[in-house]
């Protein structure tokens, strides 16, 4: 007896029965009407209907008015519709009502015209008196005036309002649900004569008529301009269309032993099993929602109507055994029956959907690699750090945007030099700063949070916070530093230094005094883990509700780390770092940032070796070749076994100098009436001016500072080859490999490999032994993208600079771009996203896959990675898995996301494959 | 009787005679070989001989020793050649000697092994002294001992010298040449003694012995390290191989009646027809280069040898008709026969360039294609500016980079506003600076010619100075300017603002006073023929010698005209730099760069805009808009009925607002102790400070202004449309195109062109009219390469900003590399040459090609312009042509050179398809 066919071949059907669809035909009838049709094809109570298709909107759409057959065909249903049910439209005694929505494949939420109770006319009144008492029945009717008003005769919303205004203050009642039926009968009739003088036409007396106008105007809806904004911005084409689905009306207001409800099939806040939800006795749906009535817990229900109750726990189990997932379920009783008025996969917070993930594979209901396309990198970042316990009732001080995410408390501090010799002394100190430089980098070191007044998520404050893990707030509003008063600002009052204060890097809030904190439970057991080698079992047990969480993060980690192809390092320069990152599960360092180990106090030895004369240099050079050695010493040990990468200095020399304008200002009050002239600052100053340039990110950097301190790099790769050699002799199993910054033409690289090749000789020489280290190029330049292959051939391994490379394919600078029009590009839609966060595909994407290519086609075991900000990033990740480089360094604290995203890039993969 | 077969086929020859081969066959013979062969072919009398092969040559590279056969066929060929000198190998009576030299197939200066005299014994010494007298003999046979003991047995040519310096001492005579018969017998004696001391064995007495061992000698030395590293520079293949030419010895020392001379056919500094060249009686050929004597006029040859001359000059004239081109020739008379021992094309001046193209045309021996293919836009550039008569004598002050070609003499000044008001004055000046930037563009157009301590070729004063046509000379060694005192020391000495100094641009140099200038007679022909339309014939007679190069030039140029496909534009923002343009030939503007508009005085305006309060921005406003309006009418008016694109604001703002360091000093003396507050001051410190960027090339510019100071650019497009509709009005036709610069993202000038549309609307409702300006977009950054298929939808042209494009390109900004490290590059030769002058093929060109590509692509229609420096630079020209770009855009001076590359562009690439 089916009327329809499931198949959208040829002709796709106009209508379909729900007994005659099931989820799969979304396309065709809509994610609600299809999910409807499942329920129905495997046995729940829900109430009879059918769907209109979106072939039959689209028929619509394109000719203007209804398909020529829809007509017939809905008449047909309905009959239908009234033979199972056994009420008749239009029935005076018992009459069939129905609800009318609108229903995409993909939700539009807010964008969803319905109408309730069509099939409502004067005429069955006593019937419907009959079902739920004479308030019902007016109420029912002034309802669908009003949305029937609305969506199909387009009459202002508004003029209804004004009315219900009116009887609630003749009524003397504050609450809708406090008019008597004398009220109701008399606000439809109300509301009846608003239609006629609006737009000179009454509700139709024909319930067909009903129902078809209203047929018409959801699918005229389609294409309202609200309508196509939103779809514009949600990325939904324009000629899916919508379905409509014909409802039998049930109510939860008819009585004592009616009511509504809305439940999760787990707790999706914590992903806990058992059901959780909301249920009003005597109550419509929206009744539960809309807050004008406490919803009490479940519980009443099972306590009230214990036989209900477990019908419903029946049906929950049945749906999510079903869906294998958690879902969320709305139903009503009327008069004691129950009926389940819709479902969909429920959302969850992103603790629940690593719990429910992880529970489900132990029920059995999915496997792993399900699992693990449900969570992602992005709810992995968020359980990750810590927390406050609370904000509530603490004294805002400002808010800023949230660049690094965290809860840290400490001291403000206004400058770089005060946070390293406040930290010294064992405080926990927060920079606070206008905007930040590369000065600024051994104050960040140093500090447990950031703050800046200027700057965006991509500023060099943000980028360096999320790179050594400080939690961070910048561009902070209002905030104004009085360096010379050692105070600051702020919209919430004003504060001095050494005033503690509470930076919450997650919402950009800042707050005065200590909250207290919570430390993320996932990470510390993370870290745990590998340090005791504890398995998720053990982590279980230890800790009952965090633990089953982390126990979740783990095996799902565990798995991602199975499936996964790429491998996953961390940039870090500090034993520390490199330690946290192999316990998060680094399998290498991918960037040691050399020019890190020179910044802050040590920045003076640059100085001298650039400014300074023959002596001055020679002792420079000869306490950085020291230094250095101890600090590869101390990272490699930290990474014995492992690679460990690392970066000649690349940043412009005059980083390590003094500010240009600064020194300016001092020498000229020297030079002043009164001032003392400094023959020692006059000289800095002209140093300081020779290495000026006007646009130093484009400038003397990288590689290009061999044609200038060669000893430099000399210096760097000799303690790089003399901390291995003695490493070894110590028994270790050092793997250092070197990696040259900023090349744009391959002889540079050509040039840089054979002053290094000759430096690990040198050392090998006095050690009498030999040592291969592998060399390889960054490639953070257009140029060095498009010359791959000749790069290949001199280099044994990529590193892609991405953070550098979008800068020079974009034309834009990090740290200029954010405050001067990159905040605004994205907040006006000019652009999507921040292409500083997310590898921009068309353009920094289309380089790499250039490189990837013929790289690999020039020297097929090139070995390829990514370190630039975008390793950490999810989408990026994924996108970074689809090209194929071989591993991604991220910052230690992205580890483990790196690791999550890595797995789920093989697994989506799969899935998308393999429809 | 030919042993040897012309083709190369299976297997090449191992020897061919002269008579056998050709002058296609260089890749055989050599280049020396093929053309002994060729004018022995043409009847020519050249001494015999024969060429062993490069194929013998690469048989005996492989094998380490002679090929089997080689020996064998060599022995044919000395019979034969016996047989037609009529003189045998050790025949004491008249012995047959050989001169034994390596020529490859391209020319390898100073790379050649020659061993004369070969086959020169004991035995046939009466035989030498027969023909050319006792000492001719000797003097002979130490020559071949020196130079077989040199290549044959590898003994150090030092202890030859020492001998000689004995010898000279011994016969009490300074030159080699007054040694008479008895010492070069006891040298011969000497020599041979040497060689048995140093490598313990003699001159063989065999000739041939001689022959084979020379022979060898010559192949070896293909693999010297010394002719490796030529090779390499010259980027010649390793497996060439050379060939050697075996010839019978002929003698210009012999008497009287001898004598050697090297001539042209035609001057090669001027071009002008006849005979050019210089002879020595009674000498050998080196001696006539060496400069021992001083050689003679050819006239004298004429007098003393009027029948010889004849024959040479019929020869001369056969030459030149044959190999038509200029030709240079070396010929020995040996007792009134004479010989031409060499011959090939010429080298010649630029000036002779053109002149010998352009007669050969008028001589019927090329045709114009051909002409085209011999004269190049560099010969062309030398001949367009002023130099000076003579700087012979006159004080040296410095010398610099030869920055922009010209000469050009004024009175110092050290700062821009000086050279604006002095300029006013009617004074012509030249803008002395450590370094300029974009304050400096009003100063540098008032100056006659700017002169830079810092910077090299490409920097900001060299990039600007050439883009408007100013002589200069960047990085001036020892110069160091004194502002506060107004004077500037020079190597050369000191001077003092207002102190009168000669530049010249193409040389570097720079001299105290005023030197006598020479306008370039080819550059004013060029303007005047444009404007009262003589023709090139007209000229000729006007002006006799450079008139007839100007009217080669002219002619050239036509035909240059006549075949190119490529459209020549300028970049122009006056119209009197338009009105030269087009005078130049240019056929619109490419490039109208709207902020040389607001440089110098007007840059205030800006300044208020940006800093200044509500009132101040509009009243700024208004004069902006209101100068643009005139501006535009200007240059519309000057390109009547041709395109003007017009390129919205570019640079960053703050290029346009007072310096943050001098600023900050300023306001640090003001508040200091004895200075006085200027609260205004102050002020403009923070605006300052607000809108400084670290790396304002990556910052706000272009586009991106269109986020803070959308209001200045629709008052730019509306100055534009309105004064277009003026000239419309007044009955002329301006073709105004506008272009947007700095796009990364689509997004950005679908938002910039919709704003443009409706300024352009609002000037036509205003006016009652519809106007139609074409939008195109700049592509100067690598992510607009990348996304060209999406520009293309929104734009009606390209115009690709190559200097932009290198710079993101190639990561370096081309003010602070060139000082930095790129000059340090190219001495080191880690760069061939400066991406900045030369379009770089693998990486920039790459993504103008993919831009080209899909741009097109998406829209077939797409205009493709070029405007940045690389559109005037000859090599760039050709590749830009090969890439299919529809115009070039040049400064205006280099108008010309784009006409002559454009056209040159499509006969090249002809004769490369049809080999």
Redesign the interface.
């Known amino acids: 007896m089916s009327l329809t066919v499931k198949s959208q071949a040829a002709t796709a059907p106009f209508v379909v029965a729900f007994a005659d669809g099931d989820m799969s035909m979304s396309d065709l009838m809509g994610g609600k009407g299809a999910n409807l049709a499942e329920m129905t094809r495997i046995g729940l109570p829900v109430p009879h209907g059918f769907t209109i298709t979106t072939a039959a909107c689209r028929h619509y759409l394109t000719l203007g008015r209804e398909p020529e057959d829809l007509d017939r065909q809905v008449g047909i249903h309905l009959a239908q519709l009234e033979s199972m049910t056994g009420r008749q439209l239009g029935n005076p005694a018992d009459p069939l009502l129905v609800s009318v929505r609108s229903g995409a494949k993909r939700s539009m939420p807010g964008m969803m015209e319905t109408v309730l109770n069509v099939g409502l006319t004067d005429a069955v009144i006593p019937g419907l008196i009959a079902r739920g008492g004479e308030r019902f029945a007016w109420d029912c009717y002034r309802r669908l005036v009003q949305m029937y008003g609305r969506t199909v005769l387009g009459v202002d919303g508004e003029l209804f309002e004004v009315a219900l205004v009116a009887a609630r203050r003749e009524a003397g009642v504050v609450s809708d649900t406090e008019l008597d039926a004398a009220s109701l009968k008399k606000l439809t009739t109300d509301f009846r004569r608003t239609l006629v003088t609006a737009v000179g036409e009454d509700l139709p007396q024909d319930p067909r008529e009903q129902i078809r106008r209203t047929i018409d105007a959801v699918f005229a809806s389609w294409n309202v301009p609200r309508a196509m904004t939103y779809r514009k911005h949600q990325g939904i084409g324009d000629d899916a269309g919508t379905a409509v689905n014909i409802v039998e009306m049930v109510y939860g207001n008819t009585g004592p032993a009616s009511g509504s409800g809305v439940c999760f099939t787990r707790d999706p806040s914590t992903g806990e099993p058992g059901v959780y939800g909301d249920y009003l006795p005597n109550a419509q749906g929206e009744d539960v929602v809309n807050g004008s009535r406490t919803p009490l817990p479940l519980q009443d229900l099972a306590d009230h109507a214990p036989a209900v109750y477990q019908q419903l726990m029946g049906h929950l189990r049945t749906l999510e055994t079903h869906y294998r997932d958690l879902c969320d379920v709305e139903f009503t009783v009327e008069d004691g029956t129950l009926w389940v008025l819709q479902t969909r996969v429920g959302k969850r917070s992103p603790a629940a959907a690593f719990t429910v993930a992880s529970a489900m594979v132990s029920e059995g209901l999915i496997d792993l690699d399900e699992a693990l396309r449900r969570v992602d990198g992005y709810q992995l970042e968020s359980l990750l750090h810590p927390r406050f316990m609370s904000a509530e009732g603490e004294l805002l001080l400002a808010t800023g945007l949230a660049a690094s995410p965290g809860a840290a408390v400490g001291e403000v501090v206004f400058d770089a030099q005060t946070a390293v010799s406040q930290a010294a002394e064992g405080r926990d100190v927060v920079l606070m700063r206008t905007e930040t430089?590369a000065d600024d980098v051994g104050g960040m070191l140093a500090a447990v949070a950031i703050v800046t007044a200027r700057g965006g998520r991509t500023s060099h404050a943000a980028v360096v916070a999320r790179g050594i893990g400080r939690t961070c707030v910048a561009g902070v509003d209002g905030l104004v530093i009085d360096l010379d008063a050692r105070t600051a600002a702020c919209p919430g009052g004003s504060i001095k230094e050494g005033d503690t204060i509470s930076v919450d890097g997650t919402t950009g809030k800042i707050f005065r005094g200590a909250l207290a904190v919570r430390q993320s439970q996932v990470a510390e057991l993370l870290e745990k883990q590998a340090d005791d080698g504890s398995d998720a079992e053990q982590a279980e047990q230890a800790e009952p509700v965090a633990g089953s969480l982390a126990a979740a993060v783990l095996q799902l980690l565990a798995h991602a780390d199975h499936r996964r192809l790429i491998g996953v390092r961390a940039n870090a320069e500090t034993s520390p770092d490199a330690l946290r990152a192999r316990r998060l599960g680094a399998e290498g360092i991918g960037l040691c940032r050399t020019e890190h180990m020179l910044l802050g106090e040590r920045a003076v030895l640059v100085e001298h070796m650039v400014l300074g004369d023959e002596s001055d240099r020679a002792a420079a050079l000869a306490d950085i070749e020291e230094l250095a050695h101890t600090d590869f010493l101390d990272i490699l040990r930290a990474m014995d076994g492992l690679p460990v990468v690392v970066r000649l200095l690349d940043p412009p020399l005059h980083e390590f100098l003094p500010d240009?304008?600064e020194l300016?200002?001092e020498v000229?009050?020297n030079n002043?009436?009164?001032?003392t002239p400094d023959p020692q600052a006059a000289l800095r100053l002209d140093g300081v001016r020779r290495w000026h340039?006007?646009?130093?990110?484009?400038?003397?950097r990288g590689v290009?500072l061999l044609?200038?301190v060669p000893e430099l790099i000399e210096a760097q790769v000799r303690a790089l080859a003399t901390a291995t050699l003695e490493l070894r002799t110590a028994g270790m199993d050092p793997h250092p490999e070197l990696m040259v910054p900023?090349v744009?033409?391959p002889?540079?690289l050509t040039?840089a490999a054979a002053r290094m090749r000759g430096a690990i000789e040198s050392a090998c020489v006095a050690d009498g032994t030999t040592l291969k280290i592998p060399i390889g190029v960054m490639i953070?330049?257009?140029?060095a993208a498009?010359?791959a292959d000749r790069l290949a051939l001199d280099a044994d391994f990529f590193s892609f600079g991405t953070n550098?490379l979008t800068?020079?394919?974009?034309?834009?600078?990090r740290?200029?771009?954010e405050g001067?029009?990159l905040a605004?590009?994205r907040e006006?839609g000019?652009?999507d996203v921040d292409p500083f966060m997310t590898l921009?595909d068309?353009?920094?994407g289309?380089?790499v896959r250039i490189a990837v290519e013929e790289g690999r086609r020039a020297r097929p075991d090139l070995g390829l990675g990514v370190c630039g900000e975008h390793a950490g990033d999810p989408i990026s990740i994924r996108r970074l898995v689809s090209i194929g480089v071989d591993y991604v360094s991220c910052s230690p604290p992205r580890v483990p996301i790196a690791r999550l995203e890595g797995g789920r890039a093989v697994v989506l993969a799969e899935s998308q494959s393999t429809p």
Chains 1, 2 share one sequence.
């Not at 002043?672 to 001032?675: I, L, N």
């Not at 340039?693 to 003397?700: R, S, Y």
Request: proline share 5%; net charge negative; no cysteine.
């Open positions: 430089s240009l304008t300016s200002v000229a009050l002043a009436p009164g001032g340039e006007g646009n130093p990110m484009l400038g003397l290009r044609t200038v900023l744009a033409d002889a540079e040039a953070e330049l257009p140029r498009l010359t550098d800068q020079t394919t974009w034309g834009m600078s740290d200029d771009a001067a029009f605004e590009y006006s000019l652009l921009d068309v353009g920094v289309r380089l």
